[in-house]
């Protein structure tokens, strides 16, 4: 692999007759000839120095007219030696150019070569590529997973650090074609490793709680493909987990990529693992030649089935109680909606430490939907089947825990003005810097910055913390009802509710039952008897905040939310 890091090359030559164009190493321009583009990746400082256009080993551009001040926001015709006229642009963000040896796939990696530039870091290398994704691979433009390889052994993977980032061979560059602002999971990303620190940072100060990012732009196979964020692993290697010892299993790690009971952490299914796939989940780490499926099954069921009192008992042991109110949290003040039973990746530091939980695939949140829409609901709890139990039962009072820390957190990375200072940090960045346009031209009408769209996601950020300021801290109310260990859970929907609440009830169909409404100081605000087959109650004209649903038996808190 050939790693250069040297600054650009780059001389301006004084003549009698004025000055000619600017010298630049191949790795800093991106040149698309079938859309008569140019890229050049400089500095701020750098620009003017291209007033006179510029010169590769392969051919020179000149400008038809030379500005006295160059933009990033701006195009500029140029002329080549053979007289084309192209479209010259610049970018302050690092370019990122990949050439394949045959068609890129999603079922393995195909040889390429990468060439990286950003200021003084050029970097070119073999690489292995492949595209990535579930319902993403539908689309036009496509994810990207990366490994880099030695330039002597290309069947060998080697380590590069990109963008300031860690030191690894595996790296993922993703599209964002679903995320009109280009965003969501950016911002989310980076809000996570700012409101987080793992519980044995001081053991493993290299650890990270997720993984960090950074925007680039891309050419492939010579053509201009866009923006891109180009990506850490969540993988052992970036939360530094223990490897297995003489044969004994030490650190896990599984990802989710499906729903499923198991991944909701309801029951363990009866389903025969595939070897490092069961019941939507992946085993990481280690291989799973020298895993054991049964350590995440045990996990899953004491956290779906075990008795209440063994739950309030050793939750804290199992689980990382601070992790998952921070987890918890995060996704529920970005609006994460598809991160609780997908997307996201369990783990274990060593055998005796709790489980804890990382976020991953983060786009569909600030207001955006998994497939680009619009999700203006910002009166939603995002919980699985764990995090429900953990408020409802609130072992080691998590609950208290969840609320002080959210008061925490609502005074610093959560705060409305924080969240909103980065979405409006990020799209002026992108906008100042050109991305923005050159994205919406190769990718119309699927990108959206205008006023308008920030105005709405700025929207969705002050709505949503407004609601938790309501909702997280009344989770700690007392209700000795739900507290007890001898009631069962009642399961409702939806919860926050607006106008009627629905929910399974055992032997409905033969039987009628009484339920009642309770507000948090224990009055009963609602009560009445359901007829046999009936599953819903009407919670219309009731104030909005935390109540207590009882039926026949079984108990849940119910939040109530004004119309």
């Known amino acids: 692999m050939k790693v250069l890091l040297t600054c650009l090359i780059l001389f301006i030559a004084a003549t009698t007759f004025g000055q000619r164009p600017l010298s630049v190493a191949t790795s800093y321009v991106g040149i698309d000839t079938a859309r008569a583009f140019i890229l050049v990746q400089t500095g701020a400082s750098g620009l003017s120095d291209f ?95 990366l490994e880099f390889r030695e330039e002597a052994d290309p069947e060998e993977s080697a380590n590069v650090s990109l963008a300031g980032m860690r030191d690894d061979d595996d790296w993922v560059l993703d599209a964002m074609y679903n995320e009109p602002s280009r965003l969501n999971g950016y911002v989310a990303h980076k809000v996570w490793l700012d409101l987080h620190e793992l519980s044995y940072a001081d053991e493993e100060p290299e650890a990270r709680a997720g993984a960090d990012l950074a925007y680039v732009e891309v050419f492939l196979n010579g053509e201009y493909s866009g923006l891109y964020t180009l990506g850490e692993q969540v993988d052992r290697k970036q939360l530094q987990l223990k490897d297995n010892k003489d044969g004994a299993i030490r650190g896990e790690l599984y990802k989710s990529e499906d729903f499923s009971d198991a991944t909701n952490f309801l029951r363990v299914p009866f389903e025969a693992p595939d070897e490092d796939d069961w019941a939507g989940w992946e085993m990481k780490h280690p291989d799973f030649e020298d895993g054991d499926w049964a350590l995440l099954q045990e996990a899953i069921r004491f956290a779906g089935t075990s008795s209440d009192s063994l739950f309030q008992a050793d939750a804290a042991r199992r689980f990382d109680l601070d992790n998952i109110a921070d987890y918890l949290l995060f996704i529920n003040a970005m609006l994460l909606t598809d991160n609780t039973r997908k997307n996201l990746y369990l783990a274990r530091y060593t055998a005796d430490a709790p489980y804890f939980f990382v976020p991953w695939d983060l786009d569909a ?58 979405v409006n940090q990020t799209m002026d960045r992108l906008q100042s810097s050109g991305a923005y346009a050159r994205e919406s031209a190769r990718w119309p009408e699927t990108v959206n910055y205008s006023t308008e769209q920030r105005e709405f996601t700025t929207d969705i950020v002050r709505k949503r913390m407004a609601y938790l300021d309501r909702y997280v801290c009344a989770i700690t109310t007392p209700t000795p009802s739900v507290a007890s260990d001898d009631v069962a859970v009642l399961e409702v929907y939806p919860n926050p509710a607006t106008r009627s609440v629905s929910f399974n009830r055992p032997n409905a169909d033969r039987t009628k039952t009484t339920y009642a409404l309770y507000s948090s100081t224990g009055r009963i605000v609602r009560k009445g008897t359901l007829g046999a087959g009936e599953r819903q109650i009407g919670v219309a004209g009731i104030p909005g905040g935390l109540y207590v649903l009882r039926v026949g038996q079984a108990v849940t808190r119910l939040v109530i939310n004004p119309r």
Not at 111 to 120: C, D, E, F, V
Not at 378 to 395: A, C, I, K
Request: hydrophobic residues 30%; glycine residues 8%.
């Open 365 to 422: 949140g600030l207001g955006n939907r998994y497939e680009g829409s619009r999700n203006t609901d910002t009166t939603v709890w995002e919980v699985n089947h764990l995090f429900r139990r953990l408020t409802d039962r609130s072992p080691a009072n998590f609950s208290d825990r969840l609320c002080a820390r959210y008061e925490e957190l609502r005074d610093g990375v959560l705060h409305p003005d924080s969240l909103v200072g980065r």
């Open 51 to 145: 007033r006179h256009g510029l010169a590769m080993a392969t051919d020179t551009f000149s400008l038809l007219v030379a500005p006295d001040t160059l933009r990033y926001d701006s195009s500029y015709r140029v002329k080549n030696v053979a007289g084309d006229t192209l479209a010259l642009h610049f970018t302050p963000l690092p370019l990122l150019q990949i050439r394949s040896s045959t068609t890129i796939n999603e079922s393995d990696k195909v040889a390429g070569q990468l060439s990286y530039a950003h200021g003084a870091e050029e970097i070119t290398s073999p690489i292995g590529v492949e595209y990535r994704g579930g319902f993403t691979l539908s689309y036009p433009k496509k994810n990207l997973d």
